[in-house]
């Protein structure tokens, strides 16, 4: 299995709604990260989990809290969203994290309300 | 901002021909990497170039990159209505990625 997966692939949600964004990958990857994109922009780094401990926080906003709860899968909650939070949500993984090659999810589109 | 740049930001060519995108980044490397990503959907990893090399090739794709001035380049040959998408460098260092500002790149049929 060398893909990552992403669900849900679309996700429409209220400013006082409580959701979460799950990513699974099974190739054995020792770093996932999470990733923000807007339009025509290029991703944004948020999150990067290395063997099960979070190892970097891109300054993002507590509204958005990342779980990960075993080596292949990542969650990111969301509460209390702003509308300028929607975008492409982006998972990857790659083996080690020591700038390696990253796999990417398909990712969750994200609509704010 | 750490963020690489590319140009040009948007090319349009004709099936057969051959596209050139060219990224520009701040900081020393150990590799640069490209992907693409086609519309609305995750990046595909294409080639990655470490710092000891000055050229890479894969298939259609040829990759330079040259350290003292901090650049690298993208060349697609022979073109395909299917190689439109957005092309991203990609500058990596211990577990932090930074992408470039991206190519979009249209093949016209």
């Known amino acids: 299995d060398t893909e990552v997966t992403q669900t849900p692939k679309h996700l429409v949600m209220g400013m006082t709604n409580k959701k979460s964004l799950k990513c699974e990958q099974h190739?054995?990857?020792?770093?996932m990260y999470w990733y923000k994109q807007k339009a025509k922009k290029p991703p944004e780094l948020m999150f990067v989990?290395?063997?099960?401990?979070?190892?970097i926080n891109e300054s993002v906003p507590s509204r958005f809290s990342p779980e990960c709860p075993n080596s292949s899968l990542l969650n990111l909650h969301l509460h209390a969203l702003q509308p300028e939070d929607s975008a492409l949500y982006l998972c990857?993984?790659?083996?080690?994290?020591?700038?390696?090659?990253?796999?990417f999810g398909p990712g969750t589109r994200l609509t704010v309300l | 901002s750490q963020q690489g740049e590319e140009d040009p930001q948007a090319l349009s060519i004709q099936e057969g021909e051959n596209a050139t995108m060219n990224c520009s980044y701040k900081?020393?490397?150990?590799?640069l990497q490209w992907y693409r990503q086609n519309s609305g959907r995750g990046l595909v990893h294409l080639i990655l170039?470490?710092?000891?090399?000055r050229e890479k090739h894969s298939g259609r794709l040829r990759v330079t990159l040259d350290t003292s001035k901090k650049s690298s380049s993208l060349l697609i040959t022979a073109s395909r209505a299917a190689d439109t998408a957005s092309y991203f460098c990609?500058?990596?260092?211990?577990?932090?990625?930074?992408f470039g500002t991206g190519t979009r790149l249209k093949v016209l049929a």
């Open positions: 990857a993984s790659c083996p080690s994290g020591q700038e390696d090659e990253q796999f």
């Open positions: 190739m054995g990857h020792r770093a």
């Open positions: 989990y290395s063997y099960e401990k979070l190892s």
């Open positions: 900081t020393s490397i150990n590799n």
């Open positions: 170039i470490r710092s000891n090399e």
């Open positions: 990609a500058t990596g260092r211990v577990y932090k990625y930074i």
